[in-house]
Each structure stands twice: as structure tokens, then as C-alpha cells.
């Protein structure tokens, strides 16, 4: 039951973890992989999303920004 909350459409690119920063944004970082490190996140897009309590914010397979209801019990 996830619903789209912004269409942006980006190309996710392999070996990077894709995600809504804290400010809204989308943000990428290299994920570690055996001895490579990973991190240096960087802003890929900037979309200034207001996230509401309650949700999970992630990037879907089409690259864009949904939420879905966390359950708590």
C-alpha cells in the first residue's frame, strides 16, 4: 500500500544505495563491497519532500519518491 508522494524519475545507477535525506532530498552513497569502503554521500536531486510521522519514505523501482504506513504496534 505505498503511495507516491513526488514523480522525479531517476536513473538509479548500480552499487549505490539510494535514499531521502534528512532535508528532503535525494541523496546516493557508495555502498562497501569486501574491502572497497563506502559513504561520501552526495545529493543527486534536489526535491525538499515534507515527510509526515508515521511513514517510510523510500525511492521505487521507477525512481520516484513513495511512502507506505510503517506498522507499530
Not at 552513497?29 to 563506502?38: L, N
Given at each position: 500500500?505505498?503511495?507516491?508522494?513526488?514523480?522525479?524519475?531517476?536513473?538509479?545507477e548500480k552499487g549505490y544505495l539510494y535514499y531521502l535525506d534528512k532535508n528532503g532530498d535525494i541523496a546516493r552513497s557508495k555502498?562497501?563491497?569486501?574491502s572497497d569502503k563506502g559513504g561520501n554521500?552526495?545529493?543527486?536531486?534536489?526535491?525538499?519532500?515534507t515527510r509526515e510521522k508515521g511513514f517510510l519514505y523510500?525511492?521505487?523501482?521507477?525512481?520516484d519518491i513513495s511512502k507506505s504506513p510503517i506498522a507499530r504496534r
Amino acid at each position: 500500500m505505498a503511495d507516491k508522494v513526488k514523480k522525479v524519475g531517476i536513473e538509479k545507477e548500480k552499487g549505490y544505495l539510494y535514499y531521502l535525506d534528512k532535508n528532503g532530498d535525494i541523496a546516493r552513497s557508495k555502498m562497501a563491497r569486501g574491502s572497497d569502503k563506502g559513504g561520501n554521500a552526495e545529493v543527486v536531486k534536489n526535491t525538499s519532500v515534507t515527510r509526515e510521522k508515521g511513514f517510510l519514505y523510500y525511492i521505487d523501482k521507477d525512481g520516484d519518491i513513495s511512502k507506505s504506513p510503517i506498522a507499530r504496534r
